[in-house]
C-alpha cells in the first residue's frame, strides 16, 4: 500500500469516527424509544444503545466508531443507519467513509415540478427543453420543447413518444441512425435499477406495439447519453440544428433537464409563441 493510500484511508477513518460520533450525540434516548437510565456525561446516545439498536456487537461498533480496520458490511451499515436515523444522503455518506460504495438512492414517485425548474425551462425558450425522469417520463416541457421537437405535453414518456408517435418521427431527419443508441442509453438506465417493476412494465407496453424498438431491444447494446445533436426538419422553420446537453437535477435523484441549444452557424430558432 502506498503512503498516499495509507493517508487517505487514516484519514476516511477519522471521519468516520468523527461522523458516528456527532449523528450519536443528536440522539437522546427518548428518540429512539429506549428509557433513560442514570446520569449521563455526554449528551446523545451511548455506544452500546447505538449497537443493541443495530443488532451488532458492542466492541464490533465501538471499533468502528474508533476507525479501525475492520471489515463492514452494506447490512450491517445499513441497520446502524437505521438505529441512529440518518437520512439518505448521511446513509450515503456512511458508506463512503466505510469504504463500500453506496447503494442506489431510491427514486422518488413525487413528479411535482418545483416552480424554479419550471422557470428554468421557460427561460431557456425559444430554445427546446424538458425535464424527464429516470423513466423517460416527461415531467415538464417548454413551448419551444412542444413545437419544435414535435413532444406532446407531459405525462408522456420520451422513448414511447419516439418509437410511436408519427409527428415527432417526421420531424426528425436521423431517426432511424439514432434509434439504436437511445435504446442502448435506456438499458443502461434500466440496468441501474435491476428489478423494478416500472422499467419492466415500460419495456414490456413498448414492445407489445413497436415491432422497432422489440428488435433493438434483443440486441443487448448499452450506452450512454452523451452530449449529441438533434437534426429536425420543421415545417415552417425548415432544418434546425440543436446541440442537446443533459444535466442532472442535484436535489431531485434521478431526474434530467435536457438542454438544447442551436449549432453555431444554423438559423436561429423563432420563437414557437
Same mark, same amino acid.
Given at each position: 500500500?502506498?503512503?498516499?493510500?495509507?493517508?487517505?484511508?487514516?484519514? @476516511?477513518?477519522?471521519? +468516520? %469516527? #468523527?461522523?458516528?460520533?456527532?449523528?450519536? *450525540?443528536?440522539?437522546?434516548?427518548?428518540?429512539?424509544? !429506549?428509557?433513560?437510565?442514570?446520569?449521563?456525561?455526554?449528551?446523545?446516545?451511548?455506544?452500546?444503545?447505538?449497537?443493541?439498536?443495530?443488532?451488532?456487537?458492542?466492541?464490533?461498533?465501538?471499533?468502528?466508531?474508533?476507525?479501525?480496520?475492520?471489515?463492514?458490511?452494506?447490512?450491517?451499515?445499513?441497520?446502524?443507519?437505521?438505529?441512529?436515523?440518518?437520512?439518505?444522503?448521511?446513509?450515503?455518506?456512511l458508506y463512503l467513509l466505510a469504504g463500500l460504495n453506496?447503494?442506489?438512492?431510491?427514486?422518488?414517485?413525487?413528479?411535482?415540478?418545483?416552480p424554479e425548474l419550471r422557470q428554468l425551462l421557460d427561460?431557456?425558450?425559444? @430554445?427546446?427543453?424538458? +425535464? %424527464? #425522469?429516470?423513466?423517460?417520463?416527461?415531467? *415538464?416541457?417548454?413551448?419551444?420543447?412542444?413545437?419544435? !421537437?414535435?413532444?406532446?405535453?407531459?405525462?408522456?414518456?420520451?422513448?414511447?413518444?419516439?418509437?410511436?408517435?408519427?409527428?415527432?418521427?417526421?420531424?426528425?431527419?436521423?431517426?432511424?441512425?439514432?434509434?439504436?443508441?437511445?435504446?442502448?442509453?435506456?438499458?443502461?438506465?434500466?440496468?441501474?435499477?435491476?428489478?423494478?417493476?416500472?422499467?419492466?412494465?415500460?419495456?414490456?407496453?413498448?414492445?407489445?406495439?413497436?415491432?422497432?424498438?422489440?428488435?433493438?431491444?434483443?440486441?443487448?447494446?448499452?450506452?450512454?447519453?452523451?452530449?449529441?445533436?438533434?437534426?429536425v426538419r420543421h415545417p415552417e422553420a425548415g432544418d434546425?440544428?440543436?446541440?442537446?446537453?443533459?444535466?442532472?437535477?442535484?436535489?431531485?435523484?434521478?431526474?434530467?433537464?435536457?438542454?438544447?441549444?442551436?449549432?453555431?452557424?444554423?438559423?436561429?430558432?423563432?420563437?414557437?409563441?
Amino acid at each position: 500500500m502506498s503512503s498516499e493510500s495509507s493517508a487517505v484511508t487514516h484519514n @476516511r477513518r477519522d471521519q +468516520l %469516527r #468523527d461522523f458516528l460520533r456527532t449523528r450519536r *450525540a443528536r440522539l437522546t434516548p427518548g428518540d429512539v424509544g !429506549l428509557v433513560a437510565a442514570g446520569r449521563r456525561r455526554t449528551p446523545g446516545l451511548r455506544r452500546e444503545e447505538v449497537a443493541v439498536l443495530a443488532g451488532v456487537g458492542v466492541s464490533w461498533y465501538t471499533w468502528l466508531e474508533q476507525g479501525r480496520d475492520i471489515n463492514v458490511s452494506a447490512e450491517v451499515l445499513d441497520a446502524i443507519g437505521r438505529a441512529l436515523r440518518l437520512t439518505d444522503p448521511e446513509r450515503a455518506h456512511l458508506y463512503l467513509l466505510a469504504g463500500l460504495n453506496p447503494p442506489p438512492s431510491g427514486a422518488s414517485r413525487d413528479t411535482a415540478v418545483p416552480p424554479e425548474l419550471r422557470q428554468l425551462l421557460d427561460a431557456w425558450a425559444p @430554445r427546446p427543453a424538458l +425535464l %424527464r #425522469d429516470r423513466y423517460w417520463n416527461q415531467l *415538464a416541457v417548454n413551448d419551444a420543447a412542444r413545437a419544435l !421537437l414535435g413532444y406532446d405535453d407531459t405525462g408522456h414518456n420520451c422513448l414511447v413518444t419516439f418509437f410511436t408517435s408519427a409527428r415527432y418521427r417526421d420531424l426528425h431527419v436521423h431517426w432511424a441512425s439514432v434509434a439504436q443508441s437511445v435504446v442502448a442509453a435506456f438499458r443502461a438506465d434500466a440496468a441501474r435499477a435491476p428489478g423494478d417493476p416500472e422499467f419492466a412494465r415500460l419495456i414490456g407496453d413498448l414492445s407489445a406495439v413497436s415491432p422497432e424498438f422489440t428488435e433493438l431491444w434483443a440486441r443487448h447494446d448499452v450506452g450512454v447519453p452523451l452530449q449529441a445533436v438533434k437534426a429536425v426538419r420543421h415545417p415552417e422553420a425548415g432544418d434546425l440544428f440543436f446541440d442537446l446537453t443533459t444535466l442532472a437535477v442535484t436535489d431531485h435523484p434521478h431526474w434530467y433537464l435536457e438542454l438544447y441549444h442551436p449549432r453555431a452557424g444554423s438559423l436561429v430558432v423563432p420563437d414557437p409563441g
